[in-house]
């Protein structure tokens, strides 16, 4: 199966770079024809591009939730992002309505979309590096991505 794994955030703003370390890991321990690892910074409609023609997509990103501890890993679907919403202007348009708009555009996106989001602690510090917390985090989500991509979680 034709896969994705993209790693999102912005590598020089602490840990909001996890999703990034994620990928760069990964990208150096899986060697599949049919895997492509890889990161972005990009956000909402820009994500469009970079899914088109996979039929999956495993997605690691931060997160922060009111009620999470930094180093939780939640694994999440489109579903459990919310309901969705049109933003006023395009530049607030999260993932789940990207994905939406883009099905409905007639794009080949993939069907099956899978979130590892990794509760951060700092995401304003200038910092190509993470937080304690979040490094301890990072094998962890490897081994999560990896054992997803085996049909095993």
Request: aromatic residues 4%; negative net charge.
């Amino acid at each position: 199966m034709k896969t994705l794994i993209l790693g999102l955030g912005n590598p020089l703003r602490c840990d909001d770079g996890v999703g990034n370390k994620v990928a760069q890991i990964l990208g150096k321990e899986i060697d599949d024809s049919e895997i492509t690892v890889t990161e972005t910074n990009a956000v909402g409609l820009g994500l469009l591009d970079l899914l088109k023609g996979y039929q999956r997509a495993i997605i690691i990103d931060a997160i922060q939730t009111r009620e999470g501890k930094p180093g939780q890993v939640h694994r999440l679907s489109l579903q459990d992002l919310g309901t969705l919403h049109y933003p006023p202007t395009t530049h607030d348009v999260d993932l789940a309505t990207a994905v939406e708009l883009g099905t409905k555009l007639g794009l080949a996106l993939p069907r099956e979309i899978t979130i590892f989001a990794i509760e951060v602690a700092d995401i304003t510090t200038f910092s190509e590096e993470c937080t304690p917390q979040i490094e301890r985090a990072i094998p962890k989500v490897v081994k999560l991505v990896l054992r997803e991509l085996k049909g095993a979680y």
